[in-house]
């Protein structure tokens, strides 16, 4: 069964550093998300893709956070000037459809800031 | 405002009782509900959706409208039900994102 595949599983890095995230989505599905989970807290939502633009976006993501699909398979996820409190889980997903449709998960990256 | 409220951090059962993870939602229109499961070490994934309507795992849930609840009930636990299970909410409006609950760590002992 295809996956939804992240890289890398852990990434540290020190705060004010950029960082990016790699996934590649599902090959037949056309939605994109990413979602982080900091420690011990909930899901959250950051950001929807389709058809080459933001969707829709959270307001945690904010000026530092950019996502791009820069070729046929990968979408990534982009902080430019990490912060502390950007350490979290950070959860690829994509969908067949944007309703009627389940997400499909990666394994997940943790980010560390240090 | 779209939300979701699971209330129970922790629900710890025994082996064979009957288990009812519940579910709170807060949307206007007509959301789509899930519950997605997270078994340790393993991904987010899908158990069900209220559109199916069907039974997995032996886990089943229904949509109540009028208290805007959607809990997740199996008759009979087992010990491979423990993990992570988070409710889920998808909107009608913008980019149809998906919204969770905080989650609910199911621990079913022997």
């Known amino acids: 069964e295809p996956e939804v595949t992240q890289t890398p599983s852990h990434q540290v890095t020190q705060m004010g550093q950029e960082v990016i995230l790699r996934c590649v989505p599902i090959?037949?599905?056309?939605?994109f998300y990413w979602y982080r989970q900091i420690l011990g807290q909930k899901v959250e939502f950051l950001v929807s893709f389709y058809n080459n633009e933001i969707s829709e976006k959270s307001e945690i993501f904010d000026d530092q956070f950019s996502v791009e699909r820069p070729d046929g398979s990968n979408f990534t996820l982009k902080i430019r000037s990490t912060k502390l409190e950007d350490s979290a889980m950070y959860f690829c997903a994509s969908s067949v459809e944007a309703t009627n449709s389940p997400l499909h998960f990666g394994n997940g990256t943790r980010l560390t800031v240090t | 405002a779209q939300r979701v409220t699971q209330p129970e951090k922790l629900l710890s059962v025994f082996k064979g009782a009957p288990v009812e993870l519940k579910c709170n939602y807060s949307y206007s229109g007509s959301p789509e509900l899930f519950w997605y499961v997270q078994y340790s070490r393993q991904r987010l994934q899908l158990l069900l959706r209220h559109i199916s309507r069907e039974s997995i795992k032996g886990f089943t849930a229904d949509l109540n409208k009028g208290e805007t609840s959607f809990h997740l009930k199996k008759p009979f636990a087992q010990e491979e039900d423990s993990a992570m299970y988070y409710c889920?909410?998808?909107?009608?409006?913008?980019?149809?994102?998906?919204?969770f609950g905080a989650g609910t760590r199911l621990f079913v002992k022997a």
């Open positions: 889920a909410l998808i909107g009608n409006t913008g980019g149809f994102k998906t919204i």
């Open positions: 090959s037949n599905h056309l939605y």
